[in-house]
């Protein structure tokens, strides 16, 4: 595609329930971030997949998050049981190989609010 | 901890003035470095990387950092600003874990506003 994509771009969800977020990456591109950024936290790592398989999830908070990818492509995060802690905006980020030079192409971003 | 320090959380400037906005890492090793920039409303992008070469690494819309590994720094610098660099910068830090993968950590960000 022409760039990442995320949807939905904004969710309101009252505190308890469990949200989805999906990101579609570049056609192409094999790594794949999460992250969350708050107000005055910066960008706050969640978890990296390379391929399908994810060899650092050090960053979700809690086990009410997880992630996958599928077809080394598609990535959903889930949040259950949402605090209102967890109302962030989820920015998803794609790159191509492996190389720490490789640079990071971010989507839009899903804002969440937990009410 | 290892960590990307920004030393600025909001900077304020009026056009023409010069900017420098600071960046330090803790992580030792070879590290890939990057400056993103986000303007209100849009997505994070690329301002300018380093990874090898010259220290002084030049980017878009004028902007250039330095790295200097002795101190653990690359700061983003302008000579002179205008009202459309008003966005929030952030400082990245590529490392390779020795599990073969890479991870990106940012900084908290620096948000500048520039005043006409």
């Known amino acids: 595609g022409a760039g990442v994509s995320q949807s939905p771009s904004n969710k309101v969800t009252e505190k308890g329930k469990d949200v989805e977020l999906r990101c579609d990456p570049i056609?192409?591109?094999?790594?794949l971030y999460w992250y969350r950024q708050s107000l005055g936290q910066g960008l706050e790592f969640l978890i990296y997949?390379?391929?399908?398989?994810?060899?650092?999830k050090s960053g979700l908070p809690s086990d009410r998050f997880s992630a996958e990818r599928t077809g080394g492509s598609v990535s959903t995060l889930t949040i259950q049981r949402t605090q209102q802690e967890d109302s962030a905006v989820y920015l998803c980020?794609?790159?191509?190989?492996?190389?720490?030079?490789?640079?990071?192409?971010f989507g839009q971003g899903t804002r969440l609010t937990v009410v | 901890a290892q960590s990307v320090s920004q030393h600025n959380h909001h900077v304020i400037l009026s056009e023409a003035a010069s900017l420098e906005l600071g960046c330090n890492y803790s992580?030792?090793?070879?590290?890939?470095l990057f400056w993103y920039v986000q303007y209100p409303g849009q997505h994070l992008q690329l301002l300018l990387k380093?990874?090898?070469?010259?220290?002084l690494v030049k980017g878009i819309k004028g902007f250039e950092a330095e790295f200097i590994k002795s101190k653990f720094s690359f700061n983003l610098r302008k000579p002179s600003v205008q009202w459309s660099d008003t966005a929030e910068y952030f400082c990245?830090?590529?490392?390779?874990?020795?599990?073969?993968?890479?991870?990106?950590?940012f900084g908290a960000g620096t948000r500048l506003a520039v005043h006409p």
């Open positions: 380093y990874f090898s070469g010259d220290p």
């Open positions: 997949f390379q391929g399908n398989s994810a060899p650092d």
């Open positions: 990245a830090v590529n490392r390779a874990f020795s599990g073969g993968y890479n991870k990106l950590i």
């Open positions: 992580y030792g090793g070879t590290v890939n």
């Open positions: 980020a794609s790159s191509q190989g492996q190389g720490r030079s490789a640079e990071a192409f």
């Open positions: 056609s192409g591109h094999t790594a």
